[in-house]
């Protein structure tokens, strides 16, 4: 049996995630550790104990969620578990950091210093009230696509997660999101709702970012991969550092292919995928791309418990 470990992005955030692990793991434990030294804070405090409106601020969603996924794999480790026992790696945006800090290509204190950076450039990149995003629920990619460049009229609107076949979200400037909504509940579409962002996400108008995790990217190491990484923006396996990070540049502009890089490791052989930290957001897109596959979350000492007993370690 094939699987891949896959890592949750942005909207996955609770109070409290990933506090049961600390407490039941040490090695899960020393990694908040080592990402509230990474940051000079204690992200951990905000993370089990804080408020969740400063949590879902970017700058503070995007490492907290990797430290929740790398502890998390930790624990895994603990068991017994190691990344070599999936075929391949995936992470929805934010998450492709944790799906390279689990195989070994960043470091935790590098990659909790890359989101942190991420975060904060794609926050600054646009300023608040001028760009959004919006879900559109029933219609496919190519359709959506076709909306966006409509809506966009001189104005930027582009369709920048393909999170499964029945959902699409763009992004761009206020208006031009909005004729989209409008023009795609026009074509069929099911629902098109606003999202809670306070910046326009995997689109042009976030060049400003992708400029500065240039920069950023260029400082640290990369490693190789012990198990190739699914890329968002290719939604194909790579493992040669230097083109992993000049697809973690283009990632910021880039759209989210996540259905296609579900159909990519399905089509690879893949028919068990794990969701490593918080929620089940993926494992939702996954059933709904790949029928026939299994899905399992990982974020409780129970799922590592039972993840454990699947493979008899």
């Not at 042009?204 to 490693?223: C, N, R």
């Amino acid at each position: 049996m094939m699987r891949a470990f896959v890592f949750p992005g942005q909207g996955a955030q609770t109070i409290g995630m990933g506090r049961a692990l600390a407490d039941a793991y040490p090695a899960a434990k020393a990694v908040f550790e080592e990402v509230d030294e990474a940051l000079q804070e204690k992200l951990s405090a905000l993370i089990w104990d804080g408020d969740i409106d400063t949590l879902t601020l970017t700058l503070n969603a995007q490492p907290a969620l990797m430290a929740t996924s790398i502890a998390a794999m930790r624990a895994l480790e603990a068991e017994g578990i190691t990344v070599e026992a999936a075929d391949f790696v995936a992470g929805h945006s934010l998450g492709e950091y944790s799906a390279l800090c689990a195989a070994g290509s960043l470091t935790l204190t590098d990659t909790a210093r890359l989101l942190r950076a991420r975060g904060a450039a794609m926050q600054e990149a646009v300023p608040l009230g001028v760009g959004t995003m919006a879900a559109i629920l029933g219609l496919d990619f190519e359709t959506v696509m076709a909306v966006a460049e409509e809506a966009a009229q001189g104005e930027v609107c582009q369709a920048a997660n393909d999170n499964d076949p029945s959902q699409v979200v763009v992004s761009g400037h206020v208006a031009a999101v909005e004729r989209a909504m409008e023009i795609a509940k026009a074509r069929g579409a099911k629902r098109a709702l606003l999202l809670p962002v306070s910046a326009p996400f995997h689109c042009d108008l976030m060049q400003p970012a992708a400029a500065a995790m240039s920069d950023e990217l260029a400082a640290v190491v990369i490693s190789a991969p012990k198990v190739p990484v699914v890329v968002n923006v290719r939604a194909e396996a790579v493992t040669e550092p230097d083109r992993i990070r000049a697809l973690l540049i283009a990632q910021i502009t880039g759209s989210v292919r996540w259905r296609e890089s579900v159909q990519y490791m399905e089509g690879a052989g893949v028919t068990q995928f794990w969701e490593i930290g918080a929620g089940k957001a993926l494992s939702g897109m996954i059933k709904r791309t790949a029928k026939g596959a299994e899905t399992r979350a990982v974020g409780t000492p129970e799922d590592v418990a039972a993840a454990k007993a699947v493979l008899n370690v």
